[in-house]
């Protein structure tokens, strides 16, 4: 993304502003972004906190050359019908919405005006993120290539097909929350066998962070490093049997399969609404 570019945010509750405070860490000039929020709180909070310009929809995308819409999935329709009109044909619409595919936004939007589709994640707040990148119809490698700039602020980018991203969604969109969760059951684990509850806390999390990076840093398979913990006849087995027993493993496959197609039925939704509107003759204008 060159030096001039300038970056709306429409939508700034926690993803929103993620993404702003990773760019403002990375060293982006505030001056090049500005954002909107429906909620008048939110949007003094957030003046107060990183001193950015905060608009109205209409005029944020009059400045902008790239716009990011970091709405929930179910207000994306009325923001894009909001917006619509007045996209340029040159300006970069990104969605971060899970669900929300890419053809839908493209029919609310101006004939051939890029739409990019994101999957980020919250560990973003610490340059951890993990987020994926799909291309619409009218979007080209240099459109794929600013929205990667600006998510690497953040974290790592893998640029993959659109069909990927309801997967991605449940893997690692929403994986934190299954990590947090096996952090909170860990914690209780602690407690209930008497340890003090912040001795528990330290514990877990530096095994839960030691783990991660253990991952990282070597490459190794994950069933390596637990078989490298796992002594004969000792405390780890015992502790697998367990798990084993409560079909731990069948039950995540089960949780991400219905985080998938949680975000399958969004966009069903997105696109019942669409059709509904085009019965209805409520057409937004789009031609895209
Ligand atoms: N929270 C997460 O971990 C992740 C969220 N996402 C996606 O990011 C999007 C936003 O999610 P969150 O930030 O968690 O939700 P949120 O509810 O914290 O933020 C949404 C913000 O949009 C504002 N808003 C709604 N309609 C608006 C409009 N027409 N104009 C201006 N502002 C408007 C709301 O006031 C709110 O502050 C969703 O589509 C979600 O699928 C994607 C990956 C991870
Ligand atoms: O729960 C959700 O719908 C959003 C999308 C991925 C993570 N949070």
């Known amino acids: 993304m060159a030096d001039h570019d300038r970056l709306a945010i429409l939508g700034a509750g926690v993803m929103g502003e993620t993404v702003l405070s ?80 890419t053809i839908l936004i493209e029919d609310l939007l101006p004939a051939g005006v890029p739409v990019v589709r994101v999957m980020p994640n919250t560990p973003a707040q610490v340059d951890e993120g993990m987020a994926t990148i799909s291309a619409g119809r009218h979007a080209g490698d240099d459109h794929v290539q600013r929205v990667s700039a600006i998510l690497a602020a953040t974290g790592r980018v893998l640029v993959v097909p659109e069909k990927y991203q309801d997967a991605v969604t449940a893997i690692s969109g929403t994986g934190p929350a299954y990590l947090f969760f096996v952090v909170e059951a860990m914690i209780e684990a602690g407690v209930h066998l008497g340890l003090p509850r912040d ?49 731990v493993r069948a039950a995540f496959m089960g949780a991400m399969e219905a985080a998938r197609d949680r975000s399958r039925d969004l966009a069903a939704a997105a696109r019942a609404a669409a059709v509904q509107d085009h019965q209805s003759g409520n057409d937004h204008g789009g031609t895209g």
Not at 236 to 243: C, D, G, Q, V
Request: aromatic share 2%; no cysteine; net charge negative.
């Open 199 to 247: 001795t528990a806390t330290e514990l877990v999390v530096q095994t839960m962070l030691g783990s991660a990076k253990l991952l990282r840093e070597t490459g190794e398979h994950p069933t390596v490093l637990r078989e490298r913990v796992t002594s004969p006849g000792g405390t780890t087995a015992a502790a697998i049997r367990e798990l084993e027993q409560h079909r």
């Open 22 to 101: 990773g760019l403002l860490r990375a060293g982006w000039d505030v001056g090049r972004i500005v954002a909107t929020d429906r909620r008048p709180a939110r949007e003094a909070e957030l003046k107060d906190r990183y001193g950015v310009r905060m608009l109205t929809n209409l005029d944020a995308v009059a400045e902008a050359d790239t716009v990011l819409m970091v709405v929930k999935p179910q207000d994306m329709r009325d923001l894009l019908t909001e917006i619509g009109p007045s996209v340029r044909p040159d300006t970069l619409i990104v969605s971060l919405a899970a669900g929300v595919e």
